[in-house]
């Protein structure tokens, strides 16, 4: 039976390609070796930051490669990287006050409030809203809102204002989850239990079994609902 296939464009070469493949798919079946670019496969890491065109379609989009199937006429660039600001801090150190914003990501206060962030998100985060939170020191709000981030990159790669969306959040998370949040008590004893060593020997035997039985065990373990 002849293969349903469409035509695609990868950085401006075209392939023709079957039409059930992702571009992650589309890009190995073409003969591109992913070494960078590509991580979980599965939507997660944020590694396969893709934007493409449609033939005659004025819209530029954003997605992951690995989660995107290819549409004819789809001419495609991927995104393997994107040069974000990352501020060194010590999360002992810093505090959750406005300044701590002001200090290490003051480029946020340059948002001209644009959207393309958020148009640009391959989360479908609203991104423009969590870095309006970071403004003003809401940082549980932040964390809630950009829960989702992958880190991508897609939304800072379109920034006119050089916003380091992704960075900006994840800050906003560890202050929330170092400062704000209420403590998960049973985190905290688990956290202990490991430190004292009461899993040790359990897990020394796990490590002596054969990899055959591991698998076993591992795809017969119980899964928390
Ligand atoms: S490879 Fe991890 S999100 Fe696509």
Do not use: W
């Not at 070796?33 to 449609?54: D, M, P, V």
């Not at 660039?77 to 200090?103: G, S, W």
């Not at 989702?148 to 960075?167: E, F, K, L, N, T």
């Amino acid at each position: 039976m002849e293969q349903n296939t469409v035509n695609i464009f990868l950085y401006g070469k075209k392939y023709t390609v079957p039409a059930s493949l992702t571009i992650m798919g589309a890009m190995e079946y073409a003969g591109y070796q992913l070494k960078r670019g590509c991580g979980c496969r599965n939507g997660f890491c944020g590694a396969c930051a893709t934007i493409y065109r449609i033939k005659d379609d004025r819209e530029l989009h954003a997605c992951l490669a690995c989660q995107t199937k290819v549409e004819d006429n789809m001419y495609i660039a991927t995104l393997p990287f994107f040069p974000l600001i990352k501020q060194p801090y010590d999360i002992e150190k810093v505090k959750p006050t406005e300044q701590i914003m002001m200090q290490l990501y003051p480029e946020i206060y340059a948002c001209i409030g644009c959207n393309a962030c958020t148009n640009a998100c391959t989360q479908e985060l609203n991104v423009m809203q969590y870095i309006a939170y970071a403004q003003r020191g809401e940082y549980e709000k932040c964390a809630e809102e950009s829960f989702d981030c992958v880190m991508c990159g897609v939304c800072s790669s379109r920034c006119p204002a050089g916003i380091s969306h992704p960075q900006v959040a994840l800050l906003a998370r560890r202050l929330n989850g170092k400062y704000l949040a209420p403590e998960s008590k049973h985190l905290t004893d688990r956290v202990q239990e490991i430190k004292d060593g009461t899993f040790e020997e359990l897990l020394q035997a796990l490590m002596d079994k054969p990899i055959d039985e591991m698998k076993e065990l591992y795809n017969n373990r119980e899964i928390e609902k």
